[in-house]
């Protein structure tokens, strides 16, 4: 069974930065695509990165597009995603998840971590 466990998230001002990392145990983590979501208070579970199995393939939401970077590190287990430029909307708990596909859709994502909080104050 697979294990997910995300760190990083916390407390930044407008315009700072963090980096979330996610840790993976329990299955051959480079067979699976990896992807970030996020969800604010009051809202659905939204898709904000994915990266290919290998990481040679990504792609992003729009409204994080330029300012958050996905990457993964086969050899460790792990998954980043560096936050840039944050935002207040970008406050939400941010979820690792893990698919054997290529996609954006939540149902398609079996694992999932427990999730970190990031909050961007105005």
């Known amino acids: 069974q697979v294990q997910l466990a995300e760190s990083g998230g916390g407390l930044v001002q407008a315009g700072g930065s963090l980096r979330l990392s996610c840790a993976a145990s329990?299955?051959?983590?480079?067979?699976?695509?990896m992807g970030w979501f996020r969800q604010a208070l009051g809202k659905e579970r939204e898709f904000v990165a994915i990266?290919?199995?290998?990481?040679?393939?990504?792609n992003y939401a729009q409204s994080v597009k330029g300012r958050f970077t996905i990457s993964r590190d086969n050899a460790k287990n792990t998954m980043y995603l560096e936050m840039n430029s944050l935002k207040p909307e970008d406050t939400a708990v941010y979820y690792c998840?893990?698919?054997?596909?290529?996609?954006?859709?939540?149902?398609?994502?079996?694992?999932w971590g427990q999730g970190t909080q990031v909050t961007v104050s105005s």
């Open positions: 998840a893990m698919s054997p596909y290529y996609t954006y859709s939540v149902g398609d994502f079996g694992s």
């Open positions: 329990g299955r051959t983590f480079s067979n699976y695509a």
């Open positions: 990266i290919s199995w290998g990481g040679h393939s990504t």
